[in-house]
């Protein structure tokens, strides 16, 4: 073969190269912490903690040394999985042994690490959680065995702020199963500015039903139980208390009299003494944010905020300096847009306006008065930077022109600010920025060998595409084609979906215009791989996902399952339309609500789908939690219909065609219960199907040879059926 073949010759991709061999692994700048003059900013490199130059990205000083990091009596120093500074930056908070609990929950090692003396001193004894500095550096807050402790520095001495935590009982100071999963934190304590109280959560989660998931592995499996209220059934009853640390006694901040309700936030004000609670009714239609009197406990409502299906919660809410006012989003006229309130709650003025939604606030500038965040205004399919002043004038936007999409991490002084920006099929260039104007500082990470690497491979072309269905609506979309296509050829299609509604400042779209275009890279180059077999692979975004607007959002509300079905199956058949596609071999697959999504399809829209994959589906709402349930569909004492109609288990009869189901057993999120409930159902109704469980994995069915596994078996099965 002549030399300038072989030269040209593209590789393939390989299922090793995605999951096992990080061929496709993106850089991107690990550990960046800004440091409080905005000059600075610091990171973890070979297990010390290093001072760069923000403008130059070179290395200052080392700040943690690792001859430091011996603790007395051991020769090797402790593997530092992070840390925090204290408000001078002469202590660290060294985090080790990291251990994850759920979601965002861990527990740890502390070490405090002191600048000045060298001197490395554990924080405690046994593993500890979500420990803190003090704002004035001189104690340590942390919870341990859902208690709160404080640990003066001073002296080292550790004082127990609650005694009566226990395990599926009492937490206090980091939040419940369902509060962690669907309000998205863990640690339930937070410092007052001057040091001097610190706010906690307690849940009494003794009413909580239990869920119990047996682990395997030993001669007799383990039976893990925790609380896990599934809709319709008892929430942990919250209560918000503020500890004087000098007086060292706690006082309940004043809730309201109703148990059945949720505190999704809580944060202090810049007025000393006052306490923000954001209270929000067991429907989530009613949100009411709460100033708390720290010292009394007396409340009141400064600002009510409601909606007819349900209010976001995010973490928008931001008091300014002055304790005058506070900025505040809300989709009251139909799109999340950015308000200014006077403390007392009044509106002020409504900042922003237009037909495209905040996705976040990402600072806030004092000095110039300035709100910098991040929405949709230039595409549902983008995030871009804006800024905005306090009067709502001088909009601008702050990231570069053009397609894709930027995630931003502004310093605290909103002097910088890092930039990863992607589009689709394009690796992150993170780059540091100038806060007020955008300005490239410097090129911090490009990924020019990931793209280099990329050339190498056969690739598909990826496209953006929109269809009107039979009801009109244009819903967006995406394809990948095979690098060969030919169009004069019938290719059959794989279909991803996820479909869920989003909630807060997060997204669940899976057409967007980032790296994977929607999807993380690593299941992006597997489409491409996919590709590469001679598949068209497609995903279609409709009814229920973010970026269009609320009324776009919440169409689907108190009917999951039903609209989004439609608008899969339209897309099934528009590509049936097309050409080059045999609408004999249209498959689907989908993750969570997407593996929910698809086995509705497999079964209301049998006729469509020749092939479907399920990994770790609901398939029964009534067997999902409370906080995300009941916010989409209310609770099935209200709204029967609701969970049923739309419920796989209520379809099995239907299934036609090809069908494999994935779940792992140790899923504390959807639970294993989910997939028996509809293989019960499909074995009732006769149907053929495969199932594929990973023992003890959770949501996230991973570890180990994990993923290369079930993506093998997942693309083995679109071989053989699609």
């Given at each position: 073969m002549p030399t300038a073949v072989v030269a040209q010759q593209k590789q393939a991709i390989t299922l090793e190269d995605i999951w096992s061999k990080g061929t496709f692994a993106a850089r991107s700048v690990p550990g960046f912490n800004w440091m409080h003059d905005g000059r600075y900013y610091s990171a973890l490199d070979k297990g010390e903690v290093v001072q760069h130059d923000v403008t130059t990205g070179a290395a200052v000083q080392t700040l943690v040394p690792l001859a430091d990091l011996k603790p007395a009596g051991q020769s090797q120093p402790i593997n530092v999985d992070g840390y925090d500074f204290n408000a001078d930056e002469q202590k660290l908070l060294l985090t080790t042994d990291t251990e994850p609990i759920y979601r965002h929950s861990t527990k740890a090692v502390f070490f405090v690490y002191d600048r000045g003396t060298h001197k490395l001193t554990p924080l405690s004894s046994g593993k500890q959680s979500y420990a803190t500095f003090s704002p004035d550096g001189q104690r340590v807050a942390f919870v341990r065995d859902n208690n709160l402790f404080i640990t003066d520095l001073g002296t080292m001495q550790e004082k127990a702020v609650t005694s009566d935590g226990a395990f599926n009982r009492i937490i206090n100071g980091s939040t419940d199963w369902v509060y962690e999963e669907e309000f998205g934190f863990a640690q339930g304590f937070f410092w007052s500015p001057d040091s001097r109280q610190v706010a906690y959560y307690t849940f009494d989660e003794s009413q909580v039903p239990e869920y119990n998931m047996q682990l395997w592995g030993d001669l007799y499996p383990k039976d893990y139980r925790f609380k896990y209220p599934k809709a319709g059934e008892k929430n942990s009853v919250v209560s918000v208390s503020v500890y004087d640390v000098a007086a060292g006694r706690a006082t309940k901040m004043d809730v309201g009299p109703e148990t059945d309700q949720y505190i999704p936030r809580v944060m202090w004000t810049q007025t000393p003494n006052l306490l923000s609670i954001q209270r929000l009714n067991r429907l989530q239609n009613k949100l009411e944010i709460l100033h708390a009197d720290a010292a009394t406990g007396k409340s009141k409502v400064v600002l009510t905020d409601t909606n007819k299906a349900y209010v976001e919660i995010n973490d928008d809410l931001r008091y300014l300096a002055g304790g005058k006012q506070f900025l505040f989003t809300s989709e009251k006229d139909g799109y999340q847009h950015l308000y200014l309130h006077d403390i007392n709650g009044k509106e002020v003025r409504q900042l922003t306006k237009g037909p495209w939604e905040i996705s976040q606030i990402n600072g806030f500038d004092p000095k110039a008065g300035v709100v910098y965040f991040t929405s949709t205004e230039g595409s549902a399919l983008q995030r871009h930077l804006y800024r905005i002043d306090l009067k709502g004038k001088n909009k601008a936007r702050i990231s570069d022109a053009g397609n894709g999409t930027d995630v931003v991490n502004m310093s605290p002084d909103c002097r910088y600010f890092l930039n990863y920006h992607t589009s689709a099929g394009v690796p992150a260039v993170v780059s540091l920025r100038e806060g007020s104007s955008g300005k490239v500082v410097k090129v911090l990470e490009d990924n020019a060998k990931l793209r280099q690497t990329l050339t190498q491979y056969d690739l598909g072309k990826f496209e953006f595409f929109t269809f009107k269905t039979s009801e009109g609506l244009d819903l967006n979309a995406w394809m990948i084609k095979p690098s060969n296509f030919d169009a004069s050829k019938k290719y059959p299609v794989l279909m991803y979906c996820y479909g869920g509604p989003s909630f807060g400042s997060g997204s669940t779209q899976t057409v967007l215009d980032n790296a994977g275009g929607g999807v993380d890279f690593n299941r992006y180059m597997w489409y491409q791989m996919l590709a590469q077999k001679g598949y068209i692979v497609v995903s279609?975004?409709?009814?229920?996902?973010?970026?269009?607007?609320?009324?776009?959002?919440?169409?689907?509300?108190?009917?999951?399952?039903?609209?989004?079905?439609?608008?899969?199956?339209?897309?099934?058949?528009?590509?049936?339309?097309?050409?080059?596609?045999?609408?004999?071999?249209?498959?689907?697959?989908?993750?969570?609500?997407?593996?929910?999504?698809?086995?509705?399809?497999?079964?209301?829209?049998?006729?469509?789908?020749?092939?479907?994959?399920?990994?770790?589906?609901?398939?029964?709402?009534?067997?999902?939690?409370?906080?995300?349930?009941?916010?989409?569909?209310?609770?099935?004492?209200?709204?029967?219909?609701?969970?049923?109609?739309?419920?796989?288990?209520?379809?099995?009869?239907?299934?036609?065609?090809?069908?494999?189901?994935?779940?792992?057993?140790?899923?504390?999120?959807?639970?294993?219960?989910?997939?028996?409930?509809?293989?019960?159902?499909?074995?009732?109704?006769?149907?053929?199907?495969?199932?594929?469980?990973?023992?003890?994995?959770?949501?996230?069915?991973?570890?180990?040879?994990?993923?290369?596994?079930?993506?093998?078996?997942?693309?083995?099965?679109?071989?053989?059926?699609?």
């Open positions: 279609v975004e409709g009814r229920g996902s973010s970026g269009r607007g609320a009324a776009w959002r919440k169409a689907t509300y108190a009917n999951l399952g039903k609209l989004e079905t439609v608008d899969q199956g339209e897309g099934a058949k528009y590509l049936g339309t097309l050409p080059y596609v045999d609408k004999s071999r249209i498959g689907m697959w989908g993750w969570s609500y997407g593996g929910f999504l698809t086995a509705l399809c497999m079964t209301k829209e049998a006729d469509l789908f020749k092939m479907g994959i399920s990994v770790a589906p609901v398939t029964n709402w009534r067997y999902y939690d409370t906080v995300y349930t009941e916010r989409y569909l209310r609770t099935p004492q209200e709204n029967a219909a609701g969970y049923d109609d739309n419920s796989p288990v209520q379809h099995a009869d239907k299934l036609k065609g090809k069908f494999l189901l994935v779940h792992g057993t140790g899923d504390d999120n959807v639970h294993f219960q989910n997939s028996t409930a509809f293989v019960d159902a499909l074995v009732k109704a006769n149907k053929d199907f495969q199932t594929l469980y990973y023992p003890n994995r959770n949501h996230g069915i991973s570890g180990g040879n994990t993923r290369l596994h079930l993506y093998r078996q997942m693309t083995n099965f679109i071989q053989q059926n699609l």
